[in-house]
């Protein structure tokens, strides 16, 4: 409801300015807690039919392998584009920090650990979320208002698992591929610019990388992309299926599943980085 709208009704006309912000305000957030609640349903529901479809043998093998590749395909060169100035800006920060400090040895660490902890996984989802999702709703917004999700429904096909169920396993498939990706990227250009730049050696950058970076934290990293990838992948779904008043609800549905995928990953990611920081805190391999 808009501020417009409310200033309409009569029992609107006696409120401040500041009573009429604060209720639109807590509209809005009961409205994006309602609408994150049913992709997080909807979530459930196609993981249900997913373990259901497996154990009898008739998981869409076919639609998961064409709906990854169009991923891949999206996501693959702009990842790496992405991946390149990432980790030649941590670098290069992290470097004239740690060079002030004397201990041009850790650049490796630092920098290999910014990338594999953090800038790996909140790469990927905002990849996947910005190319992915947004191909994603659209497509399945184009569907539901030219009414084939209905039609579906008489038919008597879920349109969860003949449409949801495959995309995100494919999204799963993808998530932890491109998050590699992004490693490697990342760490082979931080080195360059530590090596040929900030006069750090080969042999010492790998060792200080070596000494901190665990298997521990590369599976935390990859842990967190299939979190996020997951969690893009619900939320584009359900905007796309839930999209109505024609191409302008679709444009809405794909606006709504990328900015919704952004914050939600954002604050996801917080919150695991505080837990992981609590039980898994950096230490020497």
Known sequence: MSTADLSARPDVDKMSAAEVLRRNFAETVLSSLSTFGRALRMGAAAGRVGVTDAIRLRFQVHETLTQAWFLIRVTAFPSVLMAIPFGVIVSAQVGNIVSQLGADSMIGAAGGLGVVKQ????????????????????????????????????????????????????????????????????????????????????????????????????????????????????????????????????????????VMSVAAVAVLNTAITQVVTMFVPVRMA
């Open 119 to 258: 800038g790996a996984p909140m790469a990927t989802a905002m990849l996947l979320g910005g190319a992915g999702a947004a191909a994603i709703a659209a497509d399945l917004g184009a569907r539901t208002i030219r009414e084939e999700v209905d039609a579906m429904r008489v038919m008597g096909v879920d349109p969860i698992q003949r449409l949801v169920v495959p995309r995100i396993a494919a999204m799963m498939l993808v998530a932890p591929l491109l998050n590699i990706l992004i490693i490697f990227i990342g760490i082979a250009s931080g080195f360059a610019v530590a090596v040929s730049a900030l006069g750090v050696t080969p042999g010492s950058y790998w060792q200080s990388f070596g000494s901190f970076t665990t298997p521990i934290d590369i599976w935390v990293s990859l842990v967190k992309a299939l979190i996020f990838g997951f969690l893009v992948v619900v939320i584009a779904c359900q905007r796309g299926l839930e999209a109505k008043g024609g191409p302008r609800g679709v444009a809405d549905g794909v606006n709504a599943a990328v």
